[in-house]
């Protein structure tokens, strides 16, 4: 017999009605519930049994539901002699304003509840109580009904056989997937060197629930090499689906496409790409809200008919596709993509879907059942972008502004604003001298006074955007972000801990506030607990040591790295150490750095990139060497570059070409792009990769003392090196050379973490260097 964990929770969302809706969202931080919860609780009298559990299991035929819940309070009125179910909700509105929709959910979860209860006990009658707790008054209102044993149980009984229907129809979808899989074969007919070695680890590890860590090199195969095998996995019936998540839009599309190469050998899968909100919603600007958004309104009502008719007809949704059926039927794209990510086996996404706090799924990833497998590409992004996802900031003049868009329309929402500007100039007046001698102020404790000050204002936003009719002077949309970004500070202070500090700056005359997260690993090995596996990839997880403490994967963990699958006679790696590309040697070394460009590309007719450390290291250079070798075809990377001026820059980079582009370390061309055989026969990595010095990158490196500047400098710029040195082999067949220019390459503390196979040669001569390439490219010829 299947058994299935389920949640009261789980059952009320199948029956959820009514609109999107913003002005009834509960934007109250998790901690804030917390604490309401506990001072209602406390409140109670002396037989009163708090966060009492309740479970029972549900047969039907073949399968079973292990069902459980926790109510708020339960206890027994003696005056009445009945049972009472208290279930405690905090709010900021209201109970008026409470949608009826919304209102129905919180009877039918009560409901459940009390079905539940009712096992252990012979009463007849139950009386069920909705606390509501306002969290800003500090006040509290109830709703009580009675309801009979019978009346109970049939509730009970009519949301359970949609339950049961919703779990026929997904066990007739996996037993057809797992059919399918059973028959699948390798799409591509045979592995690349190295991939099949990845699929067999990577298929081990899924299958005992266990997470591998993967040093690859580029152009193996990574994409389909994992994904093939957690497919396979999907077979067993036991995990539900597979998140393939990316920092890149591009090897998120190179994972769509690896699934329909998978899907065109007969599997039957369906896959959904996950697109930000800001990205995909048809009325940016306006709240979520049935009155601001006709496709808010009625989206519940509307989504079981069409998810029963989109699923009929699709299995792939890219954002063109959800786009189009969001249209079509007038529903929130962005919602719609979630709630069909949900009948998904496939979900390829951001990092942030599975990692980040505030905006992960829930649904998957916060419930009793971990039936989820990750397939983290890029894998060495996930330390960065953790500190990000982690971190939240917020800005004083922002608060300034809102107050005086605001003062006229909603004199309210104005006070609060121009509060937590006054608690943000009394947090800098209390270490003035310190603020004034460094240009920023750093504490390791929270600024209490700006985060009240901050609840505050987040109340009053919140009451005035639930306003239905309140005109807000076109200001909504600047209110909307601010108070986003109120209640992401909000949520990250929950976390405060000794991983944090607290960063006021002043960047020119604004003033910046963070709740900076130094050490992410803690927070992402919580994630990585909700996995049922996982396999984190990349081709630069140098060097190991660095990455076993930052990515908070479990220390049970298996650690692999593969040898190049290439012939290493097809590349040639040359280090230029008589060139000084620090920060005070570059304006001195322009001209030689021009020579030795110019040497390399010349050595044979073809195209080759040209990495930068930054833009005005580029277009120094840049501008020195069109003035000096005028007859070469030089393209060169912008700032602010659109998708159409990306795909014009790599357009130009075909076989028959001989192009030199110029662009910059950790852009958009130093990772995710493919440019096979002729397409590309040189890349050039000028300097080390460090990240410009900043206030962030000190504060990692005092944190981690002897380490410091390893982990805060040297590693995150080695990997943008290793990760650029990448476009160049990405075929057996490929030959090229690759050449590093810095002295500093030459010292064995960076040496000695380059990869095996590159076997470089060191040299302080530019002619031997040119010699050397020219060489190369003779003996291949």
């Not at 028959?183 to 070695?197: A, C, I, K, N």
């Not at 497919?231 to 920092?247: H, N, P, T």
């Not at 593969?562 to 012939?567: E, H, Q, V």
């Amino acid at each position: 017999m299947k058994i299935y964990k389920v949640s009261v929770g789980d059952l009320t969302d199948l029956c959820r009605g009514g609109d999107i809706n913003f002005r009834f969202s509960n934007r109250s931080s998790a901690m804030e519930g917390v604490r309401g919860h506990q001072r209602v609780q406390k409140s109670r009298g002396d037989n009163y049994l708090p966060e009492y559990a309740v479970s029972m299991l549900v047969e039907d035929g073949e399968r079973a539901l292990e069902l459980s819940g926790r109510i708020d309070g339960v206890f027994h009125d003696q005056v009445r002699q009945l049972c009472v179910i208290d279930e405690i909700k905090t709010l900021r509105v209201s109970v008026t304003d409470i949608p009826s929709a919304v209102m129905d959910g919180y009877w039918l979860q009560v409901l459940i509840y009390a079905h539940l209860l009712l096992q252990e006990t012979t009463h007849d009658h139950v009386l069920v109580r909705l606390c509501f707790f306002h969290l800003d008054e500090a006040s509290e209102e109830r709703l009580e009904r009675l309801f009979t044993r019978d009346e109970v149980r049939q509730v009970f009984t009519d949301v359970l056989f949609r339950y049961f229907a919703y779990l026929e129809r997904r066990e007739s979808w996996f037993n057809e997937r797992a059919r399918t899989i059973a028959e699948l074969s390798f799409p591509y007919g045979e592995f690349r060197g190295g991939q099949r070695d990845l699929s067999v680890a990577a298929y081990r590890a899924l299958s005992r629930g266990e997470h591998l860590v993967i040093e690859a090199p580029t152009g193996l195969g990574k994409t389909m090499g994992t994904m093939f095998p957690a497919i396979r996995r999907l077979e067993a019936g036991d995990i539900s689906r597979v998140m393939y998540v990316s920092a890149k839009t591009s090897t998120q599309l190179q994972a769509m496409s690896a699934v329909e190469d998978i899907v065109a050998q007969g599997a039957s899968l369906r896959s959904v790409v996950l697109t930000a909100r800001e990205k995909i919603c048809f009325n940016p600007g306006e709240p979520c809200h049935p009155d601001h958004c006709r496709y808010a309104r009625g989206y519940y009502d509307k989504l079981p008919r069409v998810l029963d008719g989109i699923l009929a007809t699709d299995r792939q949704f890219s954002r063109q596709r959800i786009e189009a059926l969001a249209s079509e039927h007038e529903v929130c794209p962005f919602e719609l993509g979630l709630d069909l990510a949900s009948e998904c086996d496939v979900i390829v996404a951001d990092y942030n879907y599975v990692f980040d706090p505030v905006v992960h799924l829930r649904r998957f990833f916060d419930g009793r059942e971990c039936d989820s497998i990750v397939l983290i590409d890029e894998a060495h992004n996930l330390v960065d972008r953790g500190r990000q996802m982690f971190s939240a900031g917020i800005e004083k003049e922002r608060f300034l502004q809102i107050a005086r868009l605001m003062s006229g329309s909603a004199p309210g929402v104005s006070r609060a604003a121009r509060a937590v500007n006054r608690a943000i100039l009394d947090c800098r007046k209390a270490s003035e001298k310190d603020f004034e001698a460094h240009g920023h102020l750093v504490e390791s404790s929270l600024p209490e006074g700006v985060v009240s000050a901050l609840r505050r204002f987040a109340g009053a936003a919140e009451e005035e955007l639930r306003a239905e009719h309140t005109d807000l002077a076109g200001s909504r949309e600047v209110l909307l972000d601010i108070y986003f970004e109120t209640l992401r500070f909000l949520r990250t202070a929950e976390w405060f801990d000794d991983t944090y500090v607290f960063l006021m700056n002043k960047v020119g005359r604004r003033h910046q506030l963070q709740l900076y997260c130094i050490d992410p690993s803690t927070r992402l090995a919580e994630v990585f607990e909700r996995i049922a596996g996982s396999v984190a990839f990349s081709a630069t997880l140098r060097p190991s040591g660095f990455f076993r403490q930052m990515l908070g994967v479990p220390e049970s963990s298996n650690w692999y790295r593969l040898a190049s699958p290439f012939p290493p006679e097809n590349l040639l790696v040359s280090i230029a150490s008589h060139i000084d590309t620090s920060f005070r040697g570059r304006e001195h070394s322009i001209d030689t750095l021009c020579s030795l460009i110019h040497d390399v590309t010349a050595a044979r007719q073809g195209n080759y990139l040209v990495f930068f450390p930054s833009y005005q290291y580029l277009e120094s250079v840049r501008d020195a060497y069109e003035a000096r070798y005028p007859h070469c075809t030089l393209l060169s990377q912008a700032r602010n570059m659109t998708n159409e001026d990306r795909d014009s820059f790599l357009n130009a980079f075909d076989e028959a070409s001989e192009v030199c582009g110029f662009a910059v370390m950790g852009g958009a061309f130093s990772e995710g792009i493919d440019l096979k055989g002729d397409r590309l026969i040189g890349v050039i990595v000028v300097g080390v990769g460090l990240p410009l010095v900043g206030i962030e990158r000190d504060l990692i490196r005092d944190h981690f003392a002897e380490q410091g500047f390893e982990f805060a400098y040297q590693y995150p710029g080695l990997t943008r090196v290793l990760q650029t040195a990448g476009r160049l082999i990405r075929d057996p067949g490929d030959r090229g050379v690759l050449c590093l220019v810095d002295r500093r390459y030459a010292e064995n503390r960076y040496l000695s973490l380059l990869p095996d196979h590159w076997d470089p040669w060191v040299s302080r001569d530019p002619e031997e260097i040119r010699d050397r390439v020219t060489a190369f490219w003779s003996a291949r010829s």
